[in-house]
């Protein structure tokens, strides 16, 4: 069984663009959720989507968003990229109404601006 | 605000060695709580879910407890290897998200 699929592995962006990074959830799972990691704050949630809906937003600017398709592969877009948001990007699926099912993730984009 | 917190921030043991990893959570209304394990560079590895209605969960030389009264969840790892050095986190499942603890850095040697 395929696990969750982040693309791209890597990216090296100038500050001031966008970027658009994808993840592909385990088949059947419709619940995707999205982290941050960096060196100094861990893991920080930004925000799970559920049936192409966002049902939950971290505390991040609103550069930072996403969205969900109704195959549920998930899109998470940042606008005006600062040296701050180089970051490992985490996607994590789960089932539906899992709040008793764990999270399987994928193995990250890791973001570098420059 | 929920806040974990991962005691020891690192640890190097000889190979062979029974070692424990301490979590700890402030607020006790968890549905779950998560042990993973990461590799450098890498993404996260489910090692045990624990429900918030369970003591433990085992599995393998890994076995995860859980006290949810206390906010308390320990790892206990049996009989350490090589392969075994990474970084272990912890995590609570609140209302539709994760809250992580910030790591052990575990390094068996060999």
């Known amino acids: 069984k395929a696990g969750v699929t982040q693309t791209p592995r890597y990216l090296i962006k100038t500050r001031g663009q966008q970027v658009t990074l994808s993840c592909s959830p385990i088949?059947?799972?419709?619940?995707v959720s999205w982290y941050q990691q960096t060196p100094g704050q861990g893991l920080q949630f930004l925000f799970e989507y559920f049936s192409e809906t966002q049902r939950n937003k971290g505390n991040f600017p609103g550069r930072f968003s996403g969205r969900q398709f109704s195959n549920s592969r998930s899109e998470m877009n940042v606008s005006t990229l600062e040296l701050g948001d180089s970051a490992l990007y985490l996607c994590a699926s789960s089932l539906v109404g899992a709040d008793n099912y764990g999270y399987t993730f994928g193995s990250g984009t890791r973001l570098t601006v420059v | 605000k929920q806040e974990v917190t991962q005691i020891p921030a690192a640890l190097s043991v000889p190979e062979g060695e029974n070692l424990v990893l301490n979590c700890s959570f402030t607020d006790s209304a968890i549905y779950n709580l998560q042990w993973f394990r990461q590799d450098p560079g890498k993404g996260l590895t489910s090692l045990l879910l624990?429900?918030?209605?369970?003591r433990e969960q085992t599995s393998g030389r890994l076995n995860a407890s859980l006290d949810k009264s206390s906010g308390r969840s320990t790892l206990y790892i049996a009989a350490s290897q090589p392969g075994d050095s990474a970084t272990y986190l912890c995590?609570?499942?609140?209302?539709?998200?994760?809250?992580f603890g910030q790591g052990t850095r575990l390094t068996i040697n060999p």
């Open positions: 995590a609570v499942r609140g209302a539709q998200k994760l809250v």
């Open positions: 624990i429900q918030s209605s369970q």
């Open positions: 088949s059947g799972h419709r619940s």
